[in-house]
């Protein structure tokens, strides 16, 4: 189940499962279940929208039933996190299941996503699938909330200081230099939030050459890392590896 603590908006703003309406600029940049469909199932994301993620709408409803009162019993449980308040700015695997552990953990983690949406919600499509779940986006997105935001306009960087504003925890790992230029880097945000924890995942290090460059797990953790060649019988093949290996290791780590 998702987090049940609210997230504090701008005043004027309506959380929940309506709009948040910032400015003339953020409507203009607002999309509509008629303009793009992603998501578990059919669900589109709006942006200011904030929505339930890791539960695909098909399986909400037909486990809500018979879950109720699980779920009651299960909301009242805290953990060890249970309170802390956490701003994800993730996409695919390494950024989002670290902040999946969290969630795990107690903390009400709140996911901005960018208008198309984590582009892991297009696992589904992209293997062919005809489920009506995306488990490989569910499993890291478990317990979370998202919320559509076009960081590139003022309107949606208002929004995403106003949470940032109030977390303890900001984790991800979006490029560096992408970052910055959003003025979301760690030195940027650090200056405005001392006491804010941030959590950036890399490829490649904070540092040198190759800090910037982006980072898929078969490329950075299975080939340069040497595992690859490690497990590869000579004069065969590299074997196949599993999605997410180095991914979810860095999530842990982080």
């Known amino acids: 189940a998702a ?3 609210a997230v504090r908006v701008p005043s004027g703003y309506r959380t929940g499962s309506t709009t948040i309406d910032s400015s003339a600029a953020a409507a203009q940049n607002r999309l509509t279940a008629s ?11 709006a942006f200011g929208q904030i929505v339930d993620t890791g539960r695909s709408e098909l399986a ?4 809500a039933g018979f879950h109720q009162a699980e779920n009651r019993r299960v909301s009242n449980m ?16 390494a950024g989002p299941a670290a902040a999946g552990i969290l969630a795990d953990w107690g ?3 709140v996911k901005i996503e960018p208008l198309g949406g984590d582009p892991c919600r297009l696992f589904r499509q992209i293997l062919g699938s005809d489920m009506p779940t995306n488990p490989i986006f569910e499993m890291d997105n478990r317990s979370k909330r998202s919320i559509a935001l076009d960081l590139t306009t003022e309107a949606g960087r208002e929004i995403a200081e106003e949470l940032i504003s109030e977390a303890d925890v900001l984790v991800t790992n979006v490029r560096l230099a992408g970052l910055e230029r959003l003025g979301l880097d760690p030195e940027s945000v650090r200056a405005r939030h001392p006491e804010l924890i941030y959590a950036a995942i890399t490829g490649y290090g904070m540092d040198g050459d190759d800090a910037d460059r982006a980072a898929f797990d078969i490329l950075a953790f299975w ?22 290996m180095g991914d979810h290791n860095a999530g842990l780590a982080a």
Do not use: N, Y
């Open 3 to 5: 987090a049940a603590i």
């Open 35 to 45: 303009s793009l469909t992603i998501g578990c199932c059919s669900s589109a994301l």
């Open 60 to 63: 909400a409803t037909a486990e």
């Open 78 to 93: 805290s953990g060890p996190l249970d309170g802390v308040k956490v701003v994800e700015i993730g996409v695919w695997i």
């Open 107 to 109: 903390a009400d983690v």
């Open 223 to 244: 080939a340069r890392s040497g595992i690859a060649h490690m497990l590869t019988t000579p004069g065969q093949d590299p074997p196949f590896q599993r999605g997410g």
